[in-house]
T-cell receptor, first 114, second 114 residues
């Protein structure tokens, strides 16, 4: 059974710091991995999608890496800003699944202090 | 191109009533997913539908819950005889074929059972 774990559960940093959020999964046979952002009381915003054949994806100040063999992904946020404060969710799609359903981690709640 | 639209955003029901949650996928998307986020828990997959077909309902509770995605109109998640434990945020996501493409989420419906 695929399990997704995100560490740390919460993180508080001063503005301007670079930071790394971690995601691990128990079954390396994934199809792809998607990072999301969720603001309090809001829906999920897709940040990055990494296919199983890729090592990393970049979008602006965000960089996500994937090491499928070790079951790990990281989300790197450069020069953090107070507007980055949110919960960040990692989710995987199983390679054996033909339904595309996502299995989510519990999330990392990030607070960036001005 | 409007995003995934869910309504209502907030829904209050008394125990024993029925709840109907609606989801209109993004234009051109034929895959719809429903997820539930219980308080203090992560997002859990409930059901995956294509037009007029339920493809995977492995995450749906066996009783009181049903979902449909008719040929015309939005997808509906229906909860009969609601109980307090049904209080949660219900999110809909949609994607284009093939099945493992990027998923886009709606703002969610927050159901409160009193």
């Amino acid at each position: 059974k695929q399990e997704v774990t995100q560490i740390p559960a919460a993180l508080s940093v001063p503005e301007g710091e670079n930071l790394v959020l971690n995601c691990s999964f128990t079954d390396s046979a994934i199809y792809n991995l998607q990072w999301f952002r969720q603001d309090p009381g809001k829906g999920l915003t897709s940040l990055l999608l990494i296919q199983s054949s890729q090592r990393e994806q970049t979008s602006g100040r965000l960089n996500a890496s994937l090491d499928k063999s070790s079951g790990r992904s990281t989300l790197y946020i450069a020069a953090s800003q107070p507007g980055d404060s949110a919960t960040y969710l990692c989710a995987v799609r199983l390679g054996s699944s033909n339904t595309g359903k996502l299995i989510f981690g519990q999330g990392t709640t990030l607070q960036v202090k001005p | 191109n409007a995003g995934v639209m869910q309504n209502p955003r907030h829904l209050v029901r008394r125990r024993g009533q029925e709840a109907r949650l609606r989801c209109s996928p993004m234009k051109g998307h034929s895959h719809v997913y429903w997820y539930r986020q219980l308080p203090e828990e992560g997002l859990k997959f409930m059901v995956y539908l294509q037009k007029e077909n339920i493809i995977d309902e492995s995450g749906m509770p066996k009783e009181r819950f049903s979902a449909e995605f008719p040929k015309e109109g939005p997808s509906i998640l229906r909860i009969q005889q609601v109980v307090r434990g049904d209080s949660a945020a219900y999110f809909c996501a949609s994607s284009q074929p093939p099945v493992n493409t990027e998923a886009f989420f709606g703002q969610g419906t927050r159901l409160t059972v009193v």
